[in-house]
């Protein structure tokens, strides 16, 4: 069974960091593109940053853009984001997901990690 | 980045009715749209993709249309789990979403 499993989230005050993990199963990340979305308390979902299935693509929104990083680790079969320069507006559920690149799809989601950036 | 606006941004059914739901592009995107539902409390979950194919495990009263720039989602016969916010997102460029269309009773 295809599953992904995020964990990382928590409090941070502005201005700092945090690194998001997502820990695949059921699947190869080397086979897969996989993209990071969230979702604010209340609003709807945004595309935060994908990677192709050969980590050759990297896309960002232009909100993250420079203060986010994508990256994988083939060996764990996990997908990071790391988060600097945290604001207020990045306060969101973070949720990972499998990209289905020939369609541009998001086929499968992870539960969610909650990042809150707060003093 | 191209946008999409979703109507409406929410709508009152009942069980059985046909209910739809519209999404607008900023730009063309020929049929690179597709649509999710989100149940309250539930992560997101793939409906429709490239306008009309429904992803596996759907039931059939889910459907999708268009081309350009105005899509449609239609449930042919609501049933009660199917009360969610409903997203489209275009697969044309740089990936986004409309800003959802909340089914409730």
């Known amino acids: 069974e295809v599953q992904l499993l995020e964990s990382g989230g928590g409090l941070v005050p502005p201005g700092g960091s945090l690194r998001l993990s997502c820990a695949a199963s059921?699947?190869?990340?080397?086979?897969?593109?996989m993209s990071w979305l969230r979702q604010a308390p209340g609003k709807g979902l945004q595309f935060v940053s994908l990677t192709t299935a050969n980590g050759g693509i990297l896309q960002y929104s232009d909100s993250v853009k420079g203060r986010f990083t994508i990256s994988r680790d083939i060996s764990k079969n996990t997908l990071f984001l790391q988060m600097n320069s945290l604001r207020a507006e990045d306060t969101a559920i973070y949720y990972c997901?499998?990209?289905?690149?020939?369609?541009?799809?998001?086929?499968?989601w992870g539960q969610g990690a909650l990042v809150t950036v707060s003093s | 980045d191209i946008q999409l606006t979703q109507s409406p941004s929410s709508l009152s059914a009942s069980v059985g009715d046909r209910v739809t739901i519209t999404c607008r592009a900023s730009q063309t995107i020929t049929r690179w749209l597709n649509w999710y539902q989100q149940r309250p409390g539930e992560v997101p979950k793939l409906l429709i993709y490239?306008?009309?194919n429904l992803q596996s495990g759907v039931p059939i009263r889910f459907s999708g249309s268009g081309s350009g720039t105005d899509f449609t989602l239609t449930i042919s016969s609501l049933q009660p789990e199917d009360f969610a916010t409903y997203y489209c997102?275009?697969?044309?460029?740089?990936?986004?979403f409309g800003q959802g269309t909340k089914v409730e009773i």
């Open positions: 997901a499998k990209w289905r690149g020939a369609q541009s799809i998001f086929d499968v």
């Open positions: 059921g699947f190869a990340l080397s086979d897969y593109g």
């Open positions: 490239t306008t009309s």
């Open positions: 997102q275009q697969s044309s460029g740089k990936p986004t």
